[in-house]
């Protein structure tokens, strides 16, 4: 997957997203709903107001209406910040979390993680071991996220391995009564004292379908062009 990481001094100048890009924003929450919907509107070349919201089975937003499946998104905020996610070609989710004292951890991580996490937060240090069940909080949550089946798959039920032989901090699931092979999950960079990961599928698909969603994603591109006021982002982003 080609990532491509944005900010909020970049909402004026948005470009396309193509098949085999996750658009990833991190800024500050100032209105995540508002900006979920203007993000929104640009890339499907439509004004935000024709746009309908709502919850899947387990809860995760999606489009209803004309524009159902037409793009996957997932948006998470901690803090003062807000961390949106896009793809046109895979389930995605993400989460950010503020990093801060928890009291009680090793419980928590019992409870939570798989023997093998908690494992290795045991034998880190404490000032790693903070970062570390931040870090495994989140990708947990995005890759739930991105199934869109809320606690249904207990978190425990699974192991977030690094991926081997990878520079990237890409990590896969393993240890799981399920095959999630083709699942990815990333962390992202994040401002100071937060951590922030991804989740994403990893979706083989023949050259007919790449040429269709390669000339969706240009339809989207020329239709977001043509519509003036179809991203007023102006308004939120710094002067």
């Known amino acids: 997957m080609d990532i491509k990481l944005f900010s909020q001094e970049q909402l004026c100048s948005a470009e396309p997203i193509l098949p085999g890009q996750l658009h990833i924003w991190i800024m500050p929450n100032s209105g995540g709903h508002t900006i979920l919907h203007q993000l929104l509107g640009f890339y499907l070349g439509c004004s935000p107001d024709d746009l309908l919201l709502k919850k899947g089975p387990h809860g995760k937003p999606e489009l209803s209406g004309k524009y159902a499946g037409k793009i996957h998104f997932n948006l998470s905020h901690s803090g003062d910040q807000l961390a949106l996610i896009f793809s046109v070609d895979s389930p995605v989710g993400i989460d950010i979390e503020k ?40 990708m947990k949550e995005a890759f739930v996220k991105a199934l869109g089946t809320g606690l249904s798959i207990p978190l425990n039920d699974f192991f977030i391995s690094p991926e081997p032989y990878d520079t990237l901090p890409i990590y896969r699931i393993t240890k799981s009564r399920k095959d999630y092979s083709s699942w990815r999950i990333q962390t992202i960079p994040a401002p100071a004292c937060y951590q922030c990961s991804i989740a994403y599928e990893i979706i083989q698909t023949g050259m007919k379908s790449h040429i269709r969603a390669l000339l969706r994603a240009l339809l989207m591109s020329l239709q977001s062009q043509k519509s003036p006021g179809s991203f007023p982002l102006e308004q939120t982003a710094p002067a």
């Open 99 to 138: 990093i801060h004292p928890v009291k009680k951890r090793a419980r928590i991580a019992e409870r939570f993680f798989h023997p093998e996490e908690t494992r290795l937060l045991r034998e880190a240090s404490s000032a790693d071991s903070e970062i570390l069940f931040f870090r495994y909080w989140t």
